[in-house]
């Protein structure tokens, strides 16, 4: 049975993410936790919006309501790469070499590892911000779509058109698609391999009875799992069409209990499922298998972590009930 490591933070913990072994919790009152030999507390300022992991380098990057975005690296030590003072930093990606984009209002900043900054400008609000897989790319939720950025040249923006408001963007790990969470109960993708000039393809993914504020691709791409539902949606992506045509699998269903968070495994086809009442599942995508992580807590699952073994998995909640998941046991 696995074994469960618990760790209390007084309120709301919006991310967890390993730097290493080392599991850092980032709790919505400006605190990033580190858990090496006892709860080391990195302070970044009044109130965080954001934090999210570099994957080309071992560190966080974490926005807040003072304007700050800064660089939390793996000894817990913190560096201020922008400040805009009175506004609001809840949008951020990282990107290859060094790149980070963060956003407020219609605009998106680019800093890049020399500390110069590109500007884009959107005729709507940004609402997400991903990174493509190769090449610096940026790629911009808004209403009404999506707009892809080239960084380094002046070549005009690529637009991907679909009406709605888009909260989130993610690239598939391959770069061949490109997917939003949408105000609306639904996810909407776009086929990028097109020939030049071609419009990119749509894709449609309807029937959630709530937002999809959670999205996780596995190892090699082939699976896009979601929350929104009392289960994890899990969308294929093995064919040259995605989804197109396709069912998408329901795991670790549970009666009315919506799933809240979810997380592939590093190297192998399972998914962490987190749910509202705090419950963690590993399901295995082969066979379906579940297994119990952690049993109902106090609050929902705001955010999971795989250790870069596979074998331990961090887990953060609403209400502060955070902890690691010993998945040998």
Request: with cysteine; charged share 20%.
């Amino acid at each position: 049975m696995p074994t469960v490591a618990p760790l209390d933070i007084d309120g709301h913990v919006l991310a967890v993410e390993f730097l290493g072994d080392t599991p850092f919790f980032a709790s919505a009152a400006g605190t990033v936790h580190r858990l090496e030999g006892g709860d080391k507390i990195s302070e970044t300022g009044q109130g965080l919006l954001t934090c999210i992991r570099d994957p080309h380098s071992d560190s966080l990057v974490a926005g807040g309501e003072d304007g700050r975005v800064q660089r939390i690296s793996a000894d817990g030590s913190v560096a201020e790469l922008a400040h805009q003072p009175r506004k609001w930093i809840s949008q951020l990606a990282a990107g290859p070499q060094g790149a980070v984009a963060y956003a407020y209002g219609k605009n998106t900043f680019v800093r890049l590892t020399d500390g110069t900054t590109k500007e884009f400008a959107e005729e709507r609000t940004v609402e997400g911000l991903a990174f493509a897989p190769k090449g610096l790319r940026i790629g911009v939720a808004r209403y009404n779509g999506v707009s892809l950025h080239w960084v380094g040249t002046s070549a005009p923006a690529v637009n991907l058109e679909w009406k709605g408001a888009h909260t989130g963007v993610t690239f598939s790990p391959d770069g061949q698609f490109l997917v939003t969470s949408m105000q609306e109960n639904a996810l909407h993708g776009w086929k990028l391999d097109s020939k030049p000039n071609a419009e990119a393809r749509h894709m449609r993914m309807t029937g959630y009875p709530a937002k999809v504020k959670s999205l996780s691709w596995s190892a090699k791409g082939k699976w896009l799992a979601s929350s929104g539902a009392p289960a994890a949606i899990v969308w294929p992506f093995q064919g040259k069409d995605g989804p197109m045509g396709k069912a998408p699998l329901e795991l670790g269903t549970r009666a009315n209990i919506m799933a809240t968070s979810v997380k592939f495994h590093p190297a192998e086809d399972i998914l962490a499922i987190g749910f509202i009442d705090g419950m963690v599942l590993a399901v295995r995508i082969a066979d379906g298998k579940e297994a119990l992580l952690r049993r109902p807590g106090k609050g929902a699952i705001t955010a999971m972590s795989w250790s870069k073994s596979g074998k331990l998995l961090a887990f953060a909640t609403e209400t502060g009930d955070c902890g690691v998941i010993d998945i040998a046991g």
